[in-house]
């Protein structure tokens, strides 16, 4: 690139930055508020809640009375010269009203709030997936940092090592192919470096969609604790809280519920409701003068002889069974999820305890690239010494950071398992 490529790039890079500003760090707990907020698929799922908040009040309507008007006996008669079209007319007026017996309305509206409760519940379950989705976004975001700026260290101490070796060439102090050898391993750094950058900016924009969120991705940073604890709660204790909070097995008993109460209702609609009818008419064609008037009043009682709702008691009878053994399925799933998520971090653990302390892996490992360095520069170590030395160096880092992201994710999926937030 030319020097006047340079200058426009680097205005067109300061403008960018003017506009934007200097990309604010978010916290994981940021992050997580703009997610609960934004994400659409959640947003869909606060409307089906509220779609069956709507089937409650449908659930709880009373039946709508019936109104009859009918007329008979009309005649076109014609007395004195003047036609009367509506003489001997009868007008009749019917009130009826199907009166709801068995509770029918109260236990549809029990059965609609508890299918309210239910997808409630499964709103929760599916938050708490998205949010391990999220979690592992944001863990992926951190790890990709950490690598970047390892790969950024590693270049810049190389290339220190770089002008050491340049000045013992000049000084005669190694050959040319120890310099060329060198050159030849850079390359190593700077493909870390820049492989490094485009996982960073992989990492961030799936995190941005999932957050729902259009800044562009050089304004866009993330800020947390990339490290790891070395104490865990038992394991039975991790069994209570998934027993406590799985949103998903706390849906499997309330189907159960709901099943028992659609089974009562199922009962009740089996039930013979009566049709209550209250009548007035007026019939001048009575021979009494004073009788024209009448009011009258019956009852409509069905016979359910051939009817009376088998099928569905039969049905909601084994829906019962079938929502128990999905619930026992359910909980005997979340001592599964908790017992490979607990066992996957305890894992995690006891690898990364080695590489702590003053005697750990990364303490050996830049020990080793220090003293190969020193002795490499003065003559007493080959160039061969000094590559494995910064080899195996960035190795250990990279194998540490790994296992850092692993173990994060394995504590994001224990998370997942016991159903809230048990591992920061």
Known sequence: MTRLGYFFRGVAWMACAA?????????????????????????????????SKAQEITAYLRPNPDFTLSTDGTQLTRNQGVWQPFSGTMF???????????????????????????????????ERTLLFNLRAAFVNTLQAKQVLAMAKENLAYFDREMEIGRNRFKAGDIARVDLDRLELQ??????????????????????LALVNDRTP??????????????GLMPLDEFHSTALANRPDLKAAMQAV?????????????????????????????????????????????????????QGEKERTQLDIRHAERLREAAQAQVFSDVDS????????????????????????????????SFS??????????????????????VAYLNLIGSYLTAASQLNLAVGREAIQ
């Open 19 to 51: 506009a934007y500003g200097q990309p604010a760090a978010l916290t994981w707990q940021q992050v997580k508020d703009k997610f609960e907020a934004a994400n659409p698929t959640l947003r869909a799922g606060q409307i089906d809640i509220q779609e």
């Open 341 to 372: 998520a607990y066992y996957t971090v305890v894992s995690a653990v006891n690898l990364l305890r080695p590489y702590r302390g003053d005697d750990g892996y990364l303490a050996r490992a830049t020990r080793v690239r220090e003293t190969i």
């Open 217 to 230: 991705v050089d304004a866009f940073d993330v800020t947390g604790a990339f490290d790891f604890a070395d």
């Open 186 to 207: 850079r390359v190593q750094y700077q493909s870390d470096l820049e492989t490094a950058t485009v996982n960073l900016r992989t990492a961030k924009i799936n995190l």
């Open 376 to 397: 490499y520069q003065h003559g007493g170590a080959a160039l061969v010494d000094f590559l494995d030395a910064q080899h195996d160096y960035r190795a250990i880092q």
């Open 92 to 126: 009749s007026f019917a009130l009826g009203y199907l009166h709801e017996r068995e509770h029918k309305r109260e236990l549809r509206l029990e059965s609609a709030q508890k299918g309210t409760a239910i997808a409630e519940s499964q709103q929760s379950d599916l």
């Open 257 to 309: 519920d709901k099943a028992q109460t659609d089974h009562k209702l199922a009962v009740s609609n089996g039930s013979t409701d009566p049709t209550y009818s209250v009548w007035y008419s007026h019939n001048p064609s009575f021979s009494n003068p004073y009788a024209n008037n009448t009011l009258g009043a019956s009852v409509d009682i069905p016979l359910r002889i051939f009817d009376r709702n």
